[in-house]
């Protein structure tokens, strides 16, 4: 079982960044793969990124590749994740997740959820 926190969401203007972290439970983080996930009010919960349990290979949707960097440390299991020049379309609830094995796009294929942490960009 996992367990996940996340927290840095916030309120912010367009073209400022943010750092968003998600903090895990249990004990073999490194084997399990991470991922940013959001929703906006009205729409599909959508991928924003992943990254694989070492932390070797990352994958980024188009909307946010060359912004946004994920980063994992599993020495203190956690995940975070920097949001630069954040865009009124980044405007989310922000989900961490996590699955055992490999990372994939497709939400429904993960199995842990954090509760989210509202990201509202201003224009």
Not at 35 to 54: D, Y
Not at 60 to 78: E, L, M, P, Q, W
Not at 98 to 115: E, K, S, T
């Amino acid at each position: 079982q996992v367990q996940l926190v996340e927290s840095g969401g916030g309120l912010v203007q367009a073209g400022g960044s943010l750092t968003l972290s998600c903090a895990a439970s249990g004990r073999t983080f490194s084997m399990y793969a991470m991922g940013w996930f959001r929703q906006a009010p009205g729409k599909e919960r959508e991928f924003v990124v992943s990254i694989s349990g070492n932390g070797g290979a990352t994958n980024y949707a188009d909307s946010v590749k060359g912004r946004f960097t994920i980063s994992k440390d599993n020495a203190k299991n956690t995940v975070l994740m920097q949001m630069n020049l954040l865009k009124p379309e980044d405007t989310a609830v922000y989900y961490c997740a996590a699955r055992f094995g490999p990372q994939f796009g497709d939400w429904r294929l993960w199995n842990y959820w954090g509760q989210g942490t509202q990201v509202t960009v201003s224009s």
